[in-house]
């Protein structure tokens, strides 16, 4: 408050029956209201629920909240009932001084999906300051020469509110030679005039009372003592060159800058006619020491620092008065007008909605707020917002006023890039403009928009029969580019193609195969199963082949030479004589097949340097074991696949005997038909 209010409890009974409220629909989905100042708290503004389309069912699931920039938490809404009420009391003066308009800008937010509405409340002015003078009493000197019409100066009262409730009317005490002269229009010049003439000798002193009033429903007043004192002799007062000195003057002008010079001069003579100037008072009167005069010359100095954006105009009152025995006055007024320079930088906040970003983000999604102010005016208050680098998935979007929103444009992978920095300039449209800038960091939030891969989609394993149960017989691996939990993998086995459960199974973790049982290459010579590894969203599978291997078959590991000195290939074998479990992991040389029984080596392009015809020989056997190696070449004009190929097969004379099963005798005389096949030309 600015002063005491004086019968202000009717009026606050008042305020607490009559609500002045108004609500409509502006441009960009902007809602208005209207509160009387210094509402009691709980007092009704809107229904905000409502006039925004809402249901007051889903405020609290939507996470419905109101955002009030720089002025406290002056309002509420009930989230039971969807009513935007009053929180704490509101001091129109204190919030907006004497501007004529004074409106709180709230930002509600709603999410799923996400909704900035803005609402303005505008605080409506109450007749709660009276009217208040300078000083309680006034002292003038008046030459009882002076003629009936002369006309004196007089200082107005001051009211805190603005409008009808600011605007005041004055009323003299009565008396017989003193008449009150106000003009509301133009400058609102006050004073009295002289309506009959003055004997000092009569009376030698006036005192008479001043009331000030304003327009209010509620009159409030305020008062001074005039003490008018009648002069004898000296009876020209200073007459200045003009009545009224406009001046026009940049905020940043320097201390002590010359402001203007007023001149008066005095008809009379002598030391009468010498003045001295003075300033009686400065409009606002808190900056009273803000200029000085020179009392000889009178020439007005910056006395201090401007700042528009503070106050953008001044009102000096000076007065010349003569050095007379008894001295007069003259009056003038200096109105000053400051003008902006461009010496504010635009302030910025950011209000990050979503971070992280989810990957998977719809385009149009609002990321962040972003408000800009600058406190000058004009093109120095003009404020355009820009974003660097250049093409990134984001742009801003002008959303009301100085607002912006920072919105996804594009698509984003966060196994691409993972987070997104960039900086949001605000640059001022003043001649030398001037640029604030915050640097932004968007982590982008991952998603499981990835499958798991394989190394590769076929695998093909030699496993030796009766292998122990619980053999580890091969390790398939994935991978998946997601992060944390959607990257984790986990393996299991499609029985789609072959009941397995009762062969293999695989580690859920590490996908390790392991065989459950022994395996008998004359039950079971080929399995093929897909390990698949579980994701929420994604399944890859690879296939693998476990080729049965027969116990006369590659015992050691044998080495094919070609002539002497000439090419050698080596391949890995498998020994059937072996103990270690991770012994049928190895799989045949590449550009090898398996056929049953029989490994087949074939010279194709892929071979650096193929042996032409007649240089290699056309069988090899390899010393300890029961194999015979056979080599075919065709004819270089031949149809058929033009590569050489070499075949293992079991020698003739050399027969192992398999161990017998437990079972009946038809069961042995099929092991033994088995053990007896010669596949050396396969």
């Given at each position: 408050?600015?002063?005491?209010?004086?019968?202000?409890?009717?009026?606050?009974?008042?305020?607490?029956?009559?609500?002045?409220?108004?609500?409509?629909?502006?441009?960009?989905?902007?809602?208005?209201?209207?509160?009387?100042?210094?509402?009691?708290?709980?007092?009704?503004?809107?229904?905000?629920?409502?006039?925004?389309?809402?249901?007051?069912?889903?405020?609290?699931?939507?996470?419905?909240?109101?955002?009030?920039?720089?002025?406290?938490?002056?309002?509420?809404?009930?989230?039971?009932?969807?009513?935007?009420?009053?929180?704490?009391?509101?001091?129109?003066?204190?919030?907006?001084?004497?501007?004529?308009?004074?409106?709180?800008?709230?930002?509600?937010?709603?999410?799923?999906?996400?909704?900035?509405?803005?609402?303005?409340?505008?605080?409506?002015?109450?007749?709660?300051?009276?009217?208040?003078?300078?000083?309680?009493?006034?002292?003038?000197?008046?030459?009882?020469?002076?003629?009936?019409?002369?006309?004196?100066?007089?200082?107005?009262?001051?009211?805190?509110?603005?409008?009808?409730?600011?605007?005041?009317?004055?009323?003299?005490?009565?008396?017989?030679?003193?008449?009150?002269?106000?003009?509301?229009?133009?400058?609102?010049?006050?004073?009295?005039?002289?309506?009959?003439?003055?004997?000092?000798?009569?009376?030698?002193?006036?005192?008479?009372?001043?009331?000030?009033?304003?327009?209010?429903?509620?009159?409030?007043?305020?008062?001074?003592?005039?003490?008018?004192?009648?002069?004898?002799?000296?009876?020209?007062?200073?007459?200045?060159?003009?009545?009224?000195?406009?001046?026009?003057?940049?905020?940043?002008?320097?201390?002590?800058?010359?402001?203007?010079?007023?001149?008066?001069?005095?008809?009379?003579?002598?030391?009468?006619?010498?003045?001295?100037?003075?300033?009686?008072?400065?409009?606002?009167?808190?900056?009273?020491?803000?200029?000085?005069?020179?009392?000889?010359?009178?020439?007005?100095?910056?006395?201090?620092?401007?700042?528009?954006?503070?106050?953008?105009?001044?009102?000096?009152?000076?007065?010349?008065?003569?050095?007379?025995?008894?001295?007069?006055?003259?009056h003038c007024k200096v109105l000053i007008d400051i003008l902006d320079v461009n010496d504010n930088v635009p302030e910025m906040l950011v209000t990050f909605l979503l971070v992280p970003v989810p990957e998977d983000s719809s385009l149009g999604m609002e990321v962040a707020l972003i408000s800009i102010s600058d406190r000058d005016s004009g093109a120095n208050g003009q404020v355009n917002c820009s974003l660097w680098p250049p093409k990134l998935p984001f742009k801003l979007v002008s959303t009301f006023r100085n607002y912006y929103s920072l919105t996804l444009v594009e698509p984003l992978d966060r196994e691409q890039v993972n987070e997104y920095r960039m900086v949001v300039i605000a640059r001022d449209e003043g001649t030398s403009p001037l640029s604030a800038s915050s640097s932004l960091v968007l982590p982008i939030g991952d998603v499981n928009d990835n499958a798991p891969i394989f190394g590769q989609p076929t695998y093909t394993v030699f496993v030796k029969e009766n292998n122990p149960p619980g053999t580890h017989i091969f390790t398939v691996s994935a991978s998946d580019p997601d992060m944390a939990e959607n990257a984790l993998v986990s393996y299991w086995l499609d029985e789609k193609q072959w009941p397995l459960s009762s062969y293999i199974s695989v580690h859920s973790e590490s996908g390790k195969l392991y065989a459950l049982q022994p395996l008998d290459y004359e039950e079971v010579k080929l399995l093929e199963f897909q390990p698949k590894p579980p994701n929420p969203d994604w399944r890859y599978s690879a296939s693998l082949r476990a080729g049965m291997q027969g116990p006369g078959h590659m015992e050691e590991a044998g080495g094919l030479r070609v002539g002497p000195g000439g090419p050698e290939q080596q391949w890995p074998t498998v020994s059937s004589a072996t103990t270690e479990p991770e012994a049928g992991e190895v799989s045949p040389p590449v550009g090898a097949g398996v056929n049953s029984n029989s490994w087949t080596f074939k010279y194709g392009p892929g071979n650096p340097k193929p042996p032409g015809p007649g240089e290699l020989p056309d069988k090899f056997i390899i010393p300890g074991s029961p194999a015979i190696i056979s080599i075919r070449q065709d004819p270089p004009n031949s149809q058929t696949d033009k590569s050489d190929f070499i075949t293992f097969g079991k020698k003739e004379e050399t027969k192992k005997k398999k161990k017998k099963k437990k079972g009946n005798k038809a069961q042995e005389k099929k092991e033994k038909g088995h053990s007896t096949t010669d596949n050396s030309d396969q």
């Open positions: 408050m600015v002063v005491p209010r004086r019968g202000y409890s009717g009026w606050r009974q008042l305020l607490q029956l009559v609500l002045l409220h108004t609500a409509w629909e502006m441009g960009s989905g902007q809602l208005h209201y209207s509160v009387l100042e210094e509402s009691q708290h709980g007092t009704f503004v809107g229904r905000i629920t409502q006039d925004l389309g809402l249901e007051v069912s889903e405020l609290v699931p939507r996470m419905f909240r109101v955002i009030s920039k720089s002025h406290g938490d002056y309002f509420e809404v009930n989230l039971q009932n969807g009513i935007l009420f009053v929180n704490s009391q509101i001091d129109r003066e204190e919030l907006c001084a004497k501007s004529p308009v004074c409106a709180i800008h709230l930002e509600v937010i709603v999410d799923k999906p996400l909704r900035v509405f803005h609402v303005e409340v505008e605080i409506t002015d109450i007749n709660d300051n009276a009217p208040f003078f300078m000083a309680k009493e006034e002292s003038l000197f008046i030459l009882e020469s002076r003629l009936v019409g002369s006309f004196f100066p007089l200082e107005g009262a001051v009211d805190a509110d603005v409008g009808i409730n600011a605007q005041l009317n004055y009323q003299l005490s009565p008396n017989e030679h003193f008449l009150l002269d106000f003009q509301q229009s133009g400058d609102n010049s006050l004073g009295f005039i002289i309506k009959k003439s003055l004997d000092r000798e009569d009376i030698s002193v006036y005192r008479l009372l001043l009331t000030a009033f304003d327009g209010g429903q509620t009159v409030l007043t305020g008062t001074i003592h005039l003490v008018i004192t009648v002069l004898d002799v000296n009876d020209n007062p200073p007459i200045f060159s003009q009545s009224v000195y406009k001046i026009q003057m940049l905020e940043n002008a320097s201390n002590g800058t010359l402001v203007t010079k007023i001149n008066a001069t005095d008809l009379d003579e002598g030391i009468n006619k010498e003045i001295l100037y003075s300033i009686r008072s400065v409009t606002p009167p808190k900056l009273s020491t803000i200029f000085k005069i020179d009392p000889n010359t009178g020439q007005i100095r910056l006395n201090g620092e401007l700042d528009y954006e503070d106050t953008n105009s001044y009102e000096i009152r000076a007065e010349a008065t003569d050095k007379g025995a008894y001295p007069l006055s003259g």
